[in-house]
């Protein structure tokens, strides 16, 4: 693949790869009825914070220090997620920039006392920056996609990367045209 990482490490030494093996890491759960909202259901809440966890894990394991969510987008819930369900929380590098990765998160969930396969009930993506000691970013390892399925997560990464930077940089565009024209909101 010619789309990997260290094309956009330019500058400094090369940093090595690392495969994306070396952070997947599941966070698993059983959700009790401190985690329902007034449905009774298991509030969207509690999973996004076991996906930002998750995703925290993963993204400090592969940039070898701390590194902070700069942004989630999405965070989709396909099937509610009840009492008693243990719920599996599965993230990944899919891809890395000079400072910054995203990771994806699969959540599944099982009740917790039965052996029937688990449902898919949610998916999110997640930005990381990594940081140094005084919060600035700081250069991460390119990730090494070794599988046809994480290197068609690598490609869908990059695609959202665009439009992220893309819909950014519209609104930048927009309120920089507003604030000419006098607005002041
Ligand atoms: C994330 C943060 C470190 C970025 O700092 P910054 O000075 O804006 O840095 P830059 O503009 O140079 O961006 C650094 C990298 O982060 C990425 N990034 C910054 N803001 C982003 C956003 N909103 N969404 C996606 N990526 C973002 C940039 O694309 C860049 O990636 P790259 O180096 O791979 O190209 C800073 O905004 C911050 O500390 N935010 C608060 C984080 C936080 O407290 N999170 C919640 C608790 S962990």
Do not use: C
């Not at 009790?32 to 449905?39: G, R, S």
């Not at 688990?118 to 000691?133: C, I, K, R």
């Not at 869908?156 to 002041?184: F, N, P």
């Amino acid at each position: 693949m010619t789309d990997q990482a260290p094309a956009a490490q330019k500058d400094g030494p090369d940093i090595p790869g690392k495969s994306i093996v070396a952070s997947r890491t599941t966070l698993s759960h059983i959700m009790t009825h401190n985690d329902t909202n007034l449905l009774g259901t298991v509030h969207g809440g509690v999973i996004m914070k076991l996906v930002d966890d998750a995703a925290g894990a993963v993204a400090g394991r592969h940039s070898g220090g701390p590194a902070v969510t700069a942004s989630m987008d999405e965070m989709a819930f396909f099937e509610p997620v009840r009492v008693g369900d243990l719920v599996h929380v599965k993230a990944q590098v899919n891809w890395t920039g000079r400072t910054s990765m995203e990771v994806g998160v699969r959540v599944l969930a099982e009740r917790w006392n039965e052996s029937t396969p688990p449902t898919h009930v949610g998916s999110a993506y997640l930005v990381f920056t990594a940081v140094d000691a005084d919060g600035r970013p700081r250069r991460v390892p390119p990730v090494v996609a070794e599988t046809e399925q994480d290197r068609r997560r690598y490609q869908e990464a990059q695609i959202r990367r665009t439009h992220r930077l893309a819909r950014r940089r519209a609104i930048m565009e927009l309120r920089e045209k507003r604030a000419a024209e006098g607005y002041e909101d």
